[in-house]
């Protein structure tokens, strides 16, 4: 029989603005006693937004975490822990793209990081997108920019784009749409 690790107390060692930081101390197969960091985040949403041309949308924006710009799909936390994914992902979409989906359909779901974190992506296809006006949140800064899914695997492959959810959401909508 396979031994479990066994969670014996969480403790709020920091509350954030998007995530709260725990100190679990768990006890381990074998019986030893250990810390370990939880980094708790109330859920995301993502968007593959696609002209009628079959571009993809993509949003340039800067990152405090990596102090540059980064090309990620447009996306962003629920306002709610019990927000429907759709319903952020059609917001996020709106804000910072302006177009608007009707009927965004669902792709797949990302867990982030696993080992450290219980952040959960839904992540949905846009089309038939609708013109409508970008609404930014204060302080937020992002251009808009359109390429092909061959643009974007080649930015995934040379190492242009890195972020995590992006990078997966792309490779997943070319193999459900496009192989």
Same mark, same amino acid.
């Given at each position: 029989?396979?031994?479990?690790?066994?969670?014996?107390?969480?403790?709020?060692?920091?509350?954030?603005?998007?995530?709260?930081?725990?100190? %679990?101390?768990?006890?381990?197969?074998?019986?030893?006693?250990?810390?370990? !960091?939880?980094?708790?985040?109330?859920?995301? =949403? =993502?968007?593959?937004?696609?002209?009628? %041309?079959?571009?993809? +949308?993509?949003?340039?924006?800067?990152?405090?975490?990596?102090?540059?710009?980064? #090309?990620?799909?447009?996306?962003?936390?629920?306002? %709610?822990?019990?927000?429907?994914?759709?319903?952020?992902?059609?917001?996020?979409?709106?804000?910072?793209?302006?177009?608007?989906?009707?009927?965004?359909?669902?792709?797949?779901?990302?867990?982030?990081?696993? =080992?450290?974190?219980?952040?959960?992506? @839904?992540?949905?296809?846009?089309?038939?997108? +609708?013109?409508?006006?970008?609404? #930014?949140? !204060?302080?937020?800064?992002?251009?808009? @920019?359109?390429?092909?899914? @061959?643009?974007?695997?080649?930015? +995934?492959?040379?190492?242009? +784009?890195? !972020?995590?959810?992006?990078?997966?959401?792309?490779?997943?909508?070319?193999?459900?749409?496009?192989?």
């Amino acid at each position: 029989m396979v031994e479990k690790v066994k969670r014996l107390k969480r403790e709020l060692a920091y509350q954030g603005i998007v995530t709260n930081m725990y100190r %679990d101390t768990v006890e381990v197969p074998g019986g030893a006693i250990e810390e370990w !960091d939880f980094l708790h985040h109330d859920g995301a =949403a =993502a968007v593959v937004p696609v002209t009628e %041309d079959g571009k993809i +949308i993509m949003v340039r924006q800067y990152r405090n975490a990596l102090d540059r710009e980064t #090309l990620e799909l447009p996306a962003g936390k629920l306002d %709610d822990p019990k927000e429907p994914g759709i319903e952020c992902a059609k917001r996020e979409l709106e804000e910072e793209t302006g177009y608007r989906c009707e009927h965004p359909e669902w792709l797949v779901t990302i867990r982030t990081t696993v =080992a450290f974190c219980d952040e959960r992506i @839904e992540v949905y296809v846009a089309r038939n997108l +609708i013109p409508s006006k970008q609404n #930014l949140d !204060d302080g937020e800064s992002i251009e808009i @920019e359109m390429y092909t899914l @061959e643009e974007l695997k080649e930015k +995934i492959f040379s190492g242009e +784009i890195e !972020d995590a959810k992006t990078m997966a959401s792309i490779l997943a909508y070319g193999a459900k749409y496009c192989e």
